[in-house]
Structures are given as C-alpha cells and as structure tokens.
Nanobody, 122 residues
Framework: EVQLVESGGGLVQAGGSLRLSCAAS????????IGWFRQAPGKEREALSC????????YYSDSVKGRFTISSDNAKNTFYLQMNSLKSEDTAVYYC???????????????WGQGTQVTVSI
C-alpha cells in the first residue's frame, strides 16, 4: 500500500523559512516522480516542484524558483521542500505527491499526501 505522510507545516512570519517532509512507503523513488503542490483558499491546486524519476532532474514553478528547494533522502524514503523567503501569498495547504510521469514541475499524480497547512503572517 502506498502512503505519503507530510509533516513540517505551521505558522511563520514573512521572510522566514520552513521545511516540509514527506515520508513515503510502498513504492520506489526510482519508479515515480515525487514532488509538491499547494492549494490556497479559492484557488486551484498549483504544482510547485518535482524530482523526475527518469533523470533525477529537479523542476520548479516560476512562483517558487530561487526560494524553494526540493530534495530527497532515498535511504529514508523521505523527500523534502525547503521553503525560504516566505511570503504571505505562500499561505496554502501543501501536498506531497507521486506519479509515474512528470512534465516539468507537474506530476501526473497517482498518489497524494493528506496535506499540511502553511500560514505566512505579515
């Protein structure tokens, strides 16, 4: 059974940092692209970043490029999203995800995490 369990969300001041973690089980990072999405109230879910299973490359959306960094620890079956220079517009529920394909930062999602709230205060 595939499971994705996020942690690390919370409340942070603008300009601060948070690191999200996603503990994965039931599949191999060698076979699935892994990444992060977010959804703010009243907005569509937005793809932020992923690591391609094909070539290991990382991809970022323009909204987070240069501020967020995706990484993985294959030994721990865990991947991360380091978020720096946070802005109020980064406030959203953040989801980790995995899928067999990706196009840039957009994963064709087969599995979702449960979501974790990130709130950035001004």
């Amino acid at each position: 059974e595939v499971q994705l369990v996020e942690s690390g969300g919370g409340l942070v001041q603008a300009g601060g940092s948070l690191r999200l973690s996603c503990a994965a089980s039931g599949f191999s990072f060698a076979d699935y692209a892994i990444g992060w999405f977010r959804q703010a109230p009243g907005k569509e879910r937005e793809a932020l970043s992923c690591i391609s299973s094909t070539d290991g490359r990382t991809y970022y959306s323009d909204s987070v490029k240069g501020r967020f960094t995706i990484s993985s620890d294959n030994a721990k079956n865990t991947f991360y999203l380091q978020m720096n220079s946070l802005k109020s517009e980064d406030t959203a529920v953040y989801y980790c995800a995995a899928g067999e394909t990706n196009l840039g930062p957009v994963i064709g999602v087969d599995y979702w995490g449960q979501g974790t709230q990130v709130t950035v205060s001004i």
